[in-house]
């Protein structure tokens, strides 16, 4: 990449990341009611409209008042239990209404509190279930609900023997005559339709299985493994980036998409295989972004598997555990796109 080509990508990569910040500005630290437009401090931009549920849990500040200032966990009947306002109901309202509620109870107790900042911690009311055969299986939370490929890639991607071809999805409640269905992921992902996946809802579990023994796993990636980076994470558009030739990490984050607004750009994971080996490196691109540290922004390899960990995790070795899942995923999506 020339070096001109080169500072226009940083140039617009720099406006994609200040567009999706986070406004802040002397308005933010004056103490005031929150205002119904506003987006309390600490949620993530798209969060807005998010309805607080059953078992979510809340980051709350009370301005002036460190005593008060906790987490707090959603009931199951929905109400929201803190010291000198007993009971509020919370599940149904967004994070200003909440604001707004409990200031207004509090200022009763105590006229000094003007403002009390929301926040969601934990979205555990959109818990979604992915098992089988995946890297990490368990419990998600998403702030927005996810389609099938999505949850997949949140629990790290297939592995090395799984089945996309016949990944079920079992409906929480069912007693409306819905039953769990089989979904053809691996047709979506060849056809690059994963967009237009159903989305779950909350309490969903996704199952992926494993291949026969003897079979071909049928995981749909097919097409030029050799020719592609994959970018999984905090990103726009995760899943496979064919490539014609050398790329950068910034130049493969900015064809993905860009980053998403709580992506962790400082704790950036690339896991390559090397023969039997895998090399994992830890990459600070805000450094690049920042201080044009050419160490930031590595040169990418054909078959590298880029991820983003969003703010508030530790990264990628930390969902997958251990190095051998990394080369699973990895041998998993080269299977796929040889198929």
């Known amino acids: 990449m020339s070096p ?6 940083v140039w617009v990569f720099s406006l994609v990341l200040l567009l999706n910040a986070t406004p802040s500005g002397a308005a933010d630290r004056t103490p005031k009611a929150p205002d119904r437009a506003q987006t309390p401090p ?5 969060t807005e409209n998010y309805r607080i549920g059953v078992g979510d849990v809340l ?17 199951q009947d929905g109400v929201l239990f803190m010291p000198l306002t007993g009971g509020v109901p919370a599940e149904g309202k967004t994070a200003v209404e909440l604001s707004a509620d409990l200031a207004r109870r509090l200022s009763l107790y105590d006229r000094d509190i003007t403002q009390v900042n929301v926040s969601i911690a934990e979205f555990k009311s959109r818990r979604i279930n992915v098992l089988g055969a995946v890297i990490h299986p368990g419990k998600f939370s998403f702030a927005q609900l996810p389609n099938i490929w999505d949850a997949i890639g949140e629990a790290g991607g297939p592995t090395e023997d799984a ?11 069912q007693s409306g005559g819905q039953t769990p269905q089989v979904v053809d992921v691996a047709a979506a992902v060849r056809e690059g339709r994963v967009r237009s996946l159903d989305h779950l809802k ?3 579990t996704v199952r992926v299985p494993k291949a026969l023994p003897g079979t071909m796993p049928s995981n749909g990636l097919t097409g030029g493994a050799s020719s592609s980076i994959f970018v999984f994470g905090a990103i726009n558009r995760p899943g496979p980036l ?9 130049s493969a984050i900015a064809q993905s998409g860009g980053p998403s607004p709580d992506a962790n750009l400082s704790a950036v994971q690339i896991v390559r295989r090397t023969g039997p080996r895998a090399v994992h490196m830890k990459v600070n691109l805000n450094s690049y972004i920042d201080k044009a540290m050419i160490s930031g922004n590595p040169p990418l390899m054909a078959g590298d598997t880029v991820f983003l960990p969003r703010q508030g995790t530790k990264g990628f070795l930390a969902v997958i555990r251990t190095l ?14 040889r198929r």
């Not at 980051?59 to 009931?75: C, F, K, M, P």
């Open 42 to 46: 600490g949620n993530a931009p798209g």
């Open 163 to 173: 089945n996309l071809s016949a990944v079920e999805v079992v409906p929480s409640d």
């Open 4 to 9: 001109s080509a080169r500072a226009a990508l």
């Open 59 to 75: 980051n709350i500040e009370v301005v002036g008042r460190r005593d008060l200032s906790a987490q707090y966990t959603v009931a």
């Open 202 to 204: 909350p309490g969903d």
């Open 324 to 337: 051998s899942p990394v080369l699973a995923l990895a041998s998993t999506v080269i299977l796929i796109f």
């Open 242 to 250: 064919p490539v014609g030739g050398q790329t950068d990490l910034m």
